[in-house]
Structure formats: C-alpha cells, structure tokens
C-alpha cells in the first residue's frame, strides 16, 4: 500500500516510487496541503503545516482559533463564500439563489487499484497493485451537496490522478457552477510558469515565464482543447531546467473547453486549480443526481522538464492509450491529401499507392473528397456515402487494388461535421449547435453536429461503421476542423443549455468507445486542423493524433519540440511533404524532411509519383531506416539536447529501455560562416558500455558520448540535419 493514514494526526501520506503528497485534517474537517515533493520517509510527515494569525481581512470563521482563515489555509478543495479570496475549486447555487457552500470531511476510503470514470476518459491500471486510491467524502450539511475528491496514486510513475464525483443529496436541486479537477495550494511562489501555446499551424509553442502575483494561465473557450492552449502547465522551481530541478506538471485528460490557472496571493503562496472551464458552464443536479469531473494527472519530477516528460511518456503510452496499436510498432504511410486535394480518381489513387508499395510503404491512406458530393470544401460533410463520380465502382473495388499491392488502406473522416449543403443538414436542419433566432456562424463552410444528442451520435456512429465494415480498411484519420459557436441544443430545456459542450464531449466519447471497440484492428488517428485536439482525452480512443497541419520540417522542430514536453512521439503523427512546403513554401532537402518526420509516427503527404528516380532511391532509403529505428521511436526514452526556441539548433535522442541501442538527431537551421566546431553531447546511455556507431562503425564509450560528445559534422546550407545511430557492443 502506497497511502498511509495516521489517524490521531489526521494525515494521509501518498507515497509513490520517488516522491510524497501529504494531506492534513485541520481541525478534523477541513483537508490541508502540506506537502508535495521528493520522496518523505513517513515518519517524517507529521507536523508540517504551520498556521499564524492573519490580519481581520483574513477572516476566521472560528472566535477559539484565530490562526484559523480559509484565506490563508492550503485547502485540497476549496470553495468561496466563508472566507477563502482566492480561486475556488467548485461552486454550486442553491435554491434560494446563494452561492456559499462549506463542504466538510466526512469520511475517506482507502483502496488498491484504480477505478474506471463512467463516460470519462482516463488513465487506467492493469493490476490492482499498480496503484492505491484515497477517496475523501466532503458533504456540505446545509446543503446536502458531497464531494468526494479522489487520489489514484501511479507509483513507479511518480502520478497522481485526481476527480471529483459531486452528489446532490439533499431535497432540492441545485446547479454546479465551476467543477474543478485539481487544486494545489503551494507554500511560496518561486516558480516558473511552462505552458504551450500557438494557432493553427503554429501548435505548442513554449512559453515559460516568472510567476506573479494575481491571476495568469491558460484556458479554451472554444468547445476543444485548441491549437490556442493546451491543456497542461508547470510549475518549475526558479533553477529547474532540463534535467535538474524541480517540476511539477498538471495534465487534464479532457478533449474540450478547459482552466488552468495560477493564482499567487497576498502570502505569496501559489494556487493552481485545473478543469472543466467554468466559463459558460453550468450542470443541474436534482435529487439524487451525480455529476464526474474529467481526471486531472499530475506529475512530480526531480530530474527537471525531461523527467516529467519521460514520465508522462510511460504512462500515457502504456497506461493512456489503449488496444491492439498501443504496444505495436505503426505502419509507415502516404496521404494523398497534399498530393491531389479534393481532385482525384481511382487511377491517380491506385499509382500513387503503387509507387508507395515500391518504395517500402506500408499503408496507402484516402484523404477527404471521396464522398457525397466533395469537390471542395463547401458541401456533403455528413453524407457519408462513395462519390461514384470519382470512384464508379466503389470504395470496395479501390479498396482492393489498394490491398492487392500488399499494401494497407486507410479512410479520412470528419463525422462530427455537417456541411449546409449536404443531404443530412436538409433532412435534419436541427440537428447541428445552434440558439434559436441566431444565425449559425460557419467555419470552413460547415457546421458542427450536435453530439450531446443521442439520436445524432447513433446516426453518426452507424454511418461510420456501415463504411468501414463495407471494406478491409485498417485505419481511419478522425478530423474535426472548426471551433464551436451558437453553443445550444434543441434538445435541453432552458436550465440546462449551458450543459451542452460537456454532453457534447460526453457524446463523442460514447461514439468513440463504440467504434473503436467494434473496430479494434483499425488504427485510429486523431485531427483537428492539425493539433486543435492533441489532448489526453483523444489518446484514450486514438492512440495518435495528427500534429499539425504545417508539416515544413523547419516548423516542426518547435511543433514537436513542444509536444514532447507531454506527449509521447508515438502519439505525433509526422509526414514528408513536398517542397515549396504548402503552408510556409520553403524549400528544405528531402532528407532534413526526412529526419523531422522520423522523430514521430513516420509518412508521406506527397504526390509519390512526382519523384525524380534519384529522389524515389532517398524515399526508399529513408523508409528502411524507419523501419530499422521505429521500434526506437515509439517505445524509447526520450531526451531533448537542444532547444529550438533558444537558437539556431534542435536535437534530440530516443534509447532503448535497456540502454542498448539509441538514434541520435540534430538540426541546424541557418547556415553560418566560418562557423565554430560544435560538440553534441547525448543523454540516456550505459555510461560503463561501449557503443557502435552505425553510420562509421566507430566505437564510442557511453561516458564519452554524454560527457565529451561528438564532434557535429560540416553541413553547407540553411536547414540541414544528421541521424546517428548507435548499438551496445
């Protein structure tokens, strides 16, 4: 058992692999934070919580204990109205309009194993002994409002997963207002704030500043998690870099409109609280009634911003992520998407699949346009029906010739959608978002289906499984491209409108967990333009997501740089484009291209049949390697060694578990004159073992290659790059 409890004290202990969380009853009612750090041994955690009397503007609710204000105490879940200023974990309005609730321990309840959330993604365990789980009951005595705030501790991740399950146990109803996942109150505020922010094309770019005081944060409006925000921030201690310090990371396993915010007060303590955004969000529970945040992982590391993310990495990866692709190396593929857009017929389809397979790869995947009456952008979403223009006889007869070649066939998808010129928005024009006597904004010429419906999930999820039963299609690319406006369902009563983008997400998962589980030899891959929903709610589902929609390899060093602080790279999908690159139109070589794609879930988005022989031999080459170091990628410890948004340069390595082999890779931007000879030193290896370089069959020690380096090689023109790879001897 990793969770201790010391009753007289009124301690519970939350002990993993390398590091504690300490929880105190003040007063036998109201959970305390008190600690969250390395590793405490547990007779060490009784008295850590010091309190003083606080000026009158911190009011006491107690005339015997004047040390005691909600304003200055650590609160695990903290509510507003009885004294506590600062940002509140939940808030609910009572039937006679009021907002104040005091929720008060009741019980607790200690346990192994971890449970599952109902309708909720999250991180799950395979065996009890994985992880222990405190669950602490708060009710409110006036209200009949409980709460019962959960701790699933991972151990050898150094996680904790935190939910809440709210319960209306009273008489009357009453209407939750803000539900949190997490809130940590921290001691002090010498920290730096991490987040990853951007825009479409432009995804997770890092941000790290000094916290402030007063509020700051990151958050979505916009019914995803967007390319905007993500939903995740660090905290890191002021000397915390890449592989020293102290870090903590907060990480919402959530898909749609989400809080994280920061708040540094008065005491110079910190507060950070994460969940569901309560802006435009409200959930009424009557009689009875339970409602179940998402799951908020946080994540301690001692080993600075690489030590949270590898840990992130292991447990999303085999913990997150599910089915038969979790633990299975990913086909290497080619989109047809950049290479014909909406214009293509079976033929061009067929040769480009044909050079494909003569080039080594894997998976042949059908973009948009090959439904309906998709010519453009501008109709037929939601008409998931074959376009016998382009394909007379039928998506089974492409299919076919597809797979004759030994080749795999995947299928684009965009189900959540629905074009106004389409077959279903004229059969059920009510069936998208929309407020009545608004107009209904459009976004790329579509409009966004009503998913908190049930009757509009069972349509959508039949006609998706009626098209993948109809052919041996083994993956399928899920976009969603447009934000939500006129958020409203013709469905929901008045009081309960403002639930609608949770019961869309609610839907959506539903289908998801259909699908996927109907479909289990089918590799889903998540989109959203890009990465508008790289999140950890669509890796439950998809163990893979489409990075971004700007695949210039010059880009996506920052783009995958920053994802990486998260996310593993067997989740990042990663494609060679053609050159001049469609979103920036820059010229890079085919094979920086090729080693920017390499560090992700490796493909083509080309027109293969444009090649050049010399370039089609590159391809060729370029595929074999893959193949040769996929394992490497997928399921490897990763290292960030140079940052692109400090310099000119990026580099990174992936090694083995066991420290036996390593892909070594760097990137030089700009080109420089009379440049200086540059040493790159790796990370992650034996340092007693002896390593074979594959590229010159020289012999490097572990030691010398992490502490002395190599030598980085001349390299003439802007956008270079080199891959090394190396073997334990």
């Known amino acids: 058992m990793s969770i201790f409890f010391h009753e007289?004290?009124?301690?519970?202990?939350?002990?993993?692999?390398?590091?504690?969380?300490?929880?105190?009853?003040?007063?036998?009612?109201?959970?305390?934070?008190?600690?969250?750090?390395?590793?405490?041994?547990?007779?060490?955690?009784?008295?850590?919580?010091?309190?003083?009397?606080?000026?009158?503007?911190?009011?006491?609710?107690?005339?015997?204990?004047?040390?005691?204000?909600?304003?200055?105490?650590?609160?695990?879940?903290?509510?507003?109205?009885?004294?506590?200023?600062?940002?509140?974990?939940?808030?609910?309005?009572?039937?006679?309009?009021?907002?104040?609730?005091?929720?008060?321990?009741?019980?607790?309840?200690?346990?192994g194993g971890k449970p599952k959330l109902e309708g909720l993604p999250a991180v799950y365990t395979e065996q009890d002994d994985e992880a222990d789980t405190l669950e602490l009951r708060l009710v409110d005595r006036v209200s009949g409002l409980s709460v019962t705030v959960s701790y699933s501790v991972i151990k050898s991740y150094d996680a904790i997963a935190r939910s809440v399950l709210f319960r209306n146990e009273g008489a009357m109803p009453m209407t939750l207002l803000r539900a949190m996942s997490a809130s940590v109150d921290f001691s002090h505020n010498r920290f730096d704030l991490l987040h990853l922010h951007g825009a479409w094309a432009?995804?997770?770019?890092?941000?790290?500043?000094?916290?402030?005081?007063?509020?700051?944060?990151?958050?979505?409006?916009?019914?995803?998690?967007?390319h905007n925000h993500n939903p995740f921030l660090a905290l890191l201690a002021d000397d915390a870099g890449e592989e020293h310090g102290e870090v903590y990371g907060f990480s919402l396993v959530y898909s749609g409109s989400f809080a994280a915010q920061v708040e540094v007060d008065q005491y110079e303590t910190t507060r950070v609280v994460m969940g569901l955004n309560p802006f435009d969000f409200s959930w009424l529970l009557e009689p009875g009634q339970a409602f179940q945040t998402p799951e908020a992982v946080m994540v301690f590391s001692a080993e600075g911003l690489g030590g949270m993310s590898r840990r992130y990495h292991k447990l999303y990866r085999t913990r997150l992520c599910r089915g038969a692709f979790r633990d299975a190396v990913r086909p290497v593929l080619v989109n047809n998407w950049e290479a014909t857009y909406f214009n293509f017929n079976a033929e061009k389809?067929?040769?480009?699949?044909?050079?494909?397979?003569?080039?080594?790869?894997?998976?042949?995947?059908?973009?948009?346009?090959?439904?309906?009456?998709?010519?453009?952008?501008?109709?037929?979403?939601?008409?998931?029906?074959?376009?016998r223009n382009k394909l007379p006889d039928g998506l089974e007869d492409l299919v076919q010739r597809v797979t004759d070649l030994n080749l795999q066939f995947g299928l684009w998808f965009e189900p959540e959608m629905v074009s106004p010129d389409s077959d279903l928005y004229r059969l059920h024009?009510?069936?998208?978002?929309?407020?009545?006597?608004?107009?209904?904004?459009?976004?790329?010429?579509?409009?966004?289906?009503?998913?908190?419906?049930?009757?509009?999930?069972?349509?959508?999820?039949?006609?998706?499984?009626?098209?993948?039963?109809?052919?041996?299609?083994?993956?399928?690319?899920?976009?969603?491209?447009?934000?939500?406006?006129?958020?409203?369902?013709?469905?929901?009563?008045?009081?309960?409108?403002?639930?609608?983008?949770?019961?869309?997400?609610?839907?959506?998962y539903r289908v998801l967990e259909q699908l996927t589980s109907e479909f289990p030899h089918i590799l889903f891959e998540s989109c959203s333009g890009g990465g508008g929903r790289f999140d950890p709610g669509m890796l439950y589902y998809m163990p893979q997501t489409w990075t971004s929609d700007n695949s210039d390899a010059v880009s996506r060093l920052k783009i995958q740089y920053g994802t990486s602080l998260v996310y593993p790279l067997s989740s990042m999908g990663a494609h060679v484009s053609a050159v001049p690159n469609h979103q920036v139109h820059r010229h890079t070589s085919l094979r920086t291209r090729g080693h920017a794609a390499m560090s992700g879930n490796f493909g083509y988005e080309l027109d293969l049949t444009a090649f050049t022989e010399d370039e089609k031999n590159e391809v060729r080459e370029q595929v074999k390697l893959y193949k040769?170091?996929?394992?490497?990628?997928?399921?490897?410890?990763?290292?960030?060694?140079?940052?692109?948004?400090?310099?000119?340069?990026?580099?990174?390595?992936?090694v083995s578990e066991d420290r036996s082999e390593a892909v070594l890779y760097y990137f030089r931007i700009l080109s420089e004159a009379n440049e200086p000879i540059r040493y790159l030193r790796t990370r992650g290896l034996d340092p007693d073992a002896e390593y074979r370089c594959l590229e010159d069959g020289a012999v490097y020690g572990g030691d010398r290659l992490m502490h002395a380096?190599?030598?980085?090689?001349?390299?003439?023109?802007?956008?270079?790059?080199?891959?090394w790879r190396f073997k334990r001897v």
């Open 8 to 111: 007289e004290q009124g301690v519970f202990h939350l002990q993993s692999d390398h590091s504690s969380y300490v929880i105190q009853l003040v007063r036998g009612l109201y959970p305390a934070h008190v600690y969250w750090g390395p590793k405490l041994r547990d007779s060490q955690v009784e008295g850590l919580l010091t309190r003083r009397e606080r000026a009158s503007f911190s009011p006491s609710p107690f005339r015997d204990d004047a040390s005691f204000s909600f304003d200055s105490l650590p609160q695990e879940y903290p509510g507003y109205g009885s004294g506590d200023f600062r940002q509140p974990a939940y808030q609910v309005q009572l039937p006679n309009g009021t907002t104040v609730a005091e929720v008060e321990y009741e019980s607790h309840r200690i346990y």
């Open 349 to 387: 389809i067929e040769q480009i699949a044909k050079e494909g397979r003569n080039l080594g790869i894997e998976l042949f995947v059908l973009d948009d346009g090959w439904f309906g009456k998709r010519n453009d952008d501008t109709t037929s979403l939601g008409d998931w029906v074959v376009d």
């Open 429 to 508: 024009p009510d069936w998208c978002l929309h407020v009545p006597d608004r107009r209904r904004t459009e976004g790329r010429r579509q409009l966004i289906l009503d998913f908190s419906r049930e009757e509009v999930c069972d349509a959508v999820a039949g006609m998706v499984r009626d098209i993948l039963k109809s052919a041996p299609i083994t993956y399928v690319k899920w976009d969603m491209n447009r934000n939500m406006t006129e958020i409203g369902s013709a469905a929901l009563p008045p009081e309960r409108q403002r639930e609608t983008a949770h019961r869309y997400m609610l839907g959506l």
């Open 202 to 226: 432009r995804e997770r770019h890092v941000e790290r500043r000094r916290l402030s005081p007063g509020m700051q944060g990151v958050e979505s409006r916009r019914g995803t998690s967007s």
């Open 628 to 654: 040769e170091i996929r394992h490497l990628v997928q399921f490897g410890d990763f290292y960030r060694l140079r940052n692109p948004f400090e310099g000119n340069e990026a580099a990174w390595t992936v």
């Open 709 to 723: 380096g190599l030598a980085i090689p001349p390299m003439h023109g802007d956008f270079q790059s080199f891959l």
